[in-house]
């Protein structure tokens, strides 16, 4: 978008609003230029009443004119129209603009034109426009009861346009922010049956970033307002948009993992979003039997976030800074990976936790046990007590060869064992005996310092 403003012009507004079966008039000329221009200003703004008016009827000609001359082919707006088009999209962003833009029932207008639009920018635009007039609770209130421009909006989630994708899922988000209209916009998208595999053929098909990452914000929002809803796409087995039965279904979590992996070299923003959306699916069975399947999307996903952690979000020696500027994400990491790892046993191949994973979640607990300020931010709280249940869960399984590794890559020192012993006890005390025991057979002097540290 453009931001440029238009000065007001010297002319008055027409009292009439325009409907979709007939054109605008245009406003009467007014004596006194004075007076027009400040009759013309929208409200306290600069804008005028006339220009906004003109343009919009221009687009109804427009496309009306191109629809009934050739309604299959493909239109493209000249660069003064499109200039000005951006200028309104742009307008929109002031409330008495989008107030007069409700008032001049643009909402109308702009759904005829998607409507009848064979021009993916102009469709962009008009959407662009709702979802500027939508930023505001009244105008958001009205849009929403439009059921006709709400089914239509909701279809164009399986439209083939990524700027266009782009502006409804951000048009969809705002409505869905509004605690007005909320509850409103969550009953038609269950009822309406496409948006769950247009967003899934969204997810695991684009390579547009920003798109894909306002889809995971769509996603993250509905699944944190309707469990149930969340529940019935883990479920569903949507087919692509060809409708042919004879393609694989797709599968939500697959889906939603194909756009993460595509995020990772670019928007880490975009990484926290989605593992907050596998984080959600973990807290219901559905979600859990999915990931628990054998050939399900649990052992890939595991994977994946593992080597986010090792190799993006932890290096050896930043993990200070890790905490300090990444400590939202590893907190969703590590709840996915903590409800993973309880889940693989119906695995084809079991997750065993690298060496490097192993000695992050045993540096967490040391610092938190050498950094007790950590105790009041809410976030290394959280991060903290899924490490300490993480490592108990750990425990219970490692391997002696694991231990062994620790200690000769001088991950396993005094003070890790000493702090991992105290995140452990006494809570998980069998998972600490464990430890022990591992321990003793691996480095029998690490073992006699936590019988030491810890005689009891």
């Known amino acids: ?7 007001a012009e010297q002319k008055e507004e027409n009292s009439s609003s325009p409907v979709m079966d007939r054109n605008p008039s245009p406003p009467p000329e007014a004596a006194d230029g004075l007076e027009t221009e400040d009759v013309d200003a929208i409200g306290d703004t600069v804008y005028s009443k006339h220009w906004l008016f003109s ?23 000249s660069d003064d129209d499109e200039e000005d088009l951006c200028k309104v999209w742009d307008m929109a962003m002031d409330k008495d603009v989008a107030r007069f833009l409700q008032e001049f029932k643009a909402a109308d207008i702009l759904l005829g034109v ?3 639009s064979r021009c993916p920018r102009l469709t962009e635009i008009c959407v662009g426009i709702l979802g500027n007039m939508a930023c505001f609770p009244d105008t958001c209130v009205t849009l929403s009861q439009k059921e006709d421009l709400c ?30 209209v909320c509850s409103l916009w969550l009953q038609r998208i269950r009822q309406q049956t496409s948006v769950c595999p247009n967003l899934c053929f969204i997810m695991c098909s684009s390579t547009n970033t920003d798109l894909l990452e306002k889809v995971g914000d769509l996603v993250d929002k509905l699944f944190d307002l309707d469990e149930e809803l969340m529940k019935s796409w883990i479920t569903a087995k949507p087919h692509n948009k060809k409708g ?18 595509q995020l990772r070299s670019e928007k880490l923003n975009g990484i926290e979003i989605y593992l907050h959306i596998f984080q959600l699916i973990t807290t219901v069975e559905e979600g859990l039997e999915n990931f628990a399947a054998p050939n399900g999307p649990g052992k890939a996903l595991w994977d994946f976030v593992c080597d986010i952690v090792c190799e993006d979000l932890c290096q050896q020696n930043d993990l200070e800074v890790a905490l300090h500027e990444q400590k939202s994400t590893l907190v969703q990491a590590f709840a996915v990976l903590q409800a993973l790892y309880r889940c693989q046993d119906q695995w084809r191949s079991r997750a065993d936790p690298s060496t490097d994973l192993i000695w992050i979640i045993l540096r967490l607990c040391q610092h ?6 950590g105790a009041s931010d809410e976030q290394l709280q ?50 600490f005996q464990h430890l022990q025991a591992a321990l003793s057979e691996a480095d029998p002097e690490l073992a006699d310092v936590m019988r030491t540290q810890f005689p009891d």
Do not use: W
Request: charged share 25%; with cysteine.
């Open 1 to 7: 978008m453009e931001n440029n403003t238009d000065d």
């Open 55 to 77: 343009t919009l009827t221009r687009l109804i000609h427009m496309v009306t004119d191109l629809s009934e001359e050739n309604p299959e082919a493909q239109m493209k707006l």
């Open 114 to 116: 998607i409507s009848k």
């Open 151 to 180: 089914a239509v909006l909701l279809l164009l989630l399986g439209d083939a346009d990524p700027p266009t994708l782009l502006e409804t899922s951000r048009l969809l988000l705002t409505c869905l922010s509004h605690k007005d």
């Open 244 to 261: 042919d039965e004879s393609d694989t279904p797709l599968d939500l979590t697959s889906c939603l993992l194909e756009a993460v992996k």
């Open 368 to 373: 938190h046990s050498e950094n007790t300020e």
């Open 382 to 431: 959280a991060l903290f007590e899924i490490a300490s249940e993480f490592l108990a869960d750990l425990c219970i399984h490692i391997p002696k060869e694991a231990v062994l590794d620790l200690v000769n890559k001088g991950y396993l020192t005094a003070e890790i064992c000493v702090a991992a012993a105290t995140s452990l006890l006494p809570t998980y005390k069998t998972s």
